[in-house]
């Protein structure tokens, strides 16, 4: 079962953009890289899934070197509304779903 | 609003009661999932059904703990002889699951348990 590690917490500013790296170095070939995004009293929402090189859809770009030992979630032109906490999560698509692991996750804060 | 939706959002309870949550998840989802989230923490897997057959339950999930989802469709999740260290947010997801992708999960809005 791959170990993610991410940072705790990362403040940023409106209008930049983040990107939030995380580490996974005993991940399996089979392995997907999933992060979620979750706001204050509700559940996590799924914002992005790949396998390597990169992701992009409406909402952030995935990118996973070609090692895949980690992977940065980019956030173009964050707004206030992009405070929330992002847990990445690596595994086997078909796993167990006990082996579905969030962490603590990074805790971001957007600025004005 | 993702879809999924839990029943109640909020929950006061004594220590010693018993607590029934419900969820009612995406209507063609198959799988369905129950996680709990102390403060601070990610959420932590409880248990999963696939259509009404409860497939894996975590070390988490005491004896006090059971879940159902008759007919494959909402799930109960109750606690019996609640503890202070029940006092938590229980999350409700559910997924359609062909052949993998076990990670695209719909997360209901959670029901926050608290024990007195």
């Known amino acids: 079962l791959a170990k993610t590690t991410q940072p705790i917490s990362m403040d940023s500013y409106e209008g930049q953009e983040v990107n939030i790296t995380c580490s996974h170095n005993?991940?399996?070939?089979?392995?997907?890289i999933t992060w979620y995004q979750q706001f204050p009293s509700q559940g996590p929402r799924f914002i992005i899934q790949g396998y390597k090189t990169k992701v992009t859809n409406e909402v952030a770009s995935l990118f996973i070197p070609a090692d895949r030992k980690s992977s940065t979630l980019s956030l173009p032109r964050v707004s206030l509304s992009d405070t929330a906490v992002y847990y990445c999560?690596?595994?086997?698509?078909?796993?167990?779903?006990?082996?579905?692991?969030f962490g603590s996750g990074t805790r971001l804060s957007i600025r004005p | 609003d993702t879809g999924v939706s839990q029943d109640p959002r909020h929950k006061i309870t004594k220590r010693g009661q018993n607590v029934t949550f419900r969820c009612d998840p995406i209507?063609?989802?198959?799988?369905l999932y129950w996680y709990r989230q102390t403060l601070g923490q990610g959420p932590e897997f409880l248990t999963y059904?696939?259509?009404?057959?409860?497939?894996?339950k975590s070390r988490l999930l005491s004896d006090r703990f059971s879940a159902e989802r008759p007919k494959g469709s909402f799930s109960t999740l109750e606690i019996q002889r609640t503890e202070q260290g029940d006092s938590a947010m229980y999350l409700c997801a559910s997924s359609l699951i062909l052949g993998q992708s076990s990670y695209e999960q719909y997360f209901g809005p959670g029901t926050r348990l608290t024990v007195t």
């Open positions: 999560l690596v595994g086997d698509r078909g796993s167990s779903a006990s082996k579905i692991i």
């Open positions: 005993n991940i399996a070939t089979n392995d997907y």
């Open positions: 059904f696939q259509n009404e057959a409860q497939l894996e």
């Open positions: 209507s063609e989802h198959n799988r």
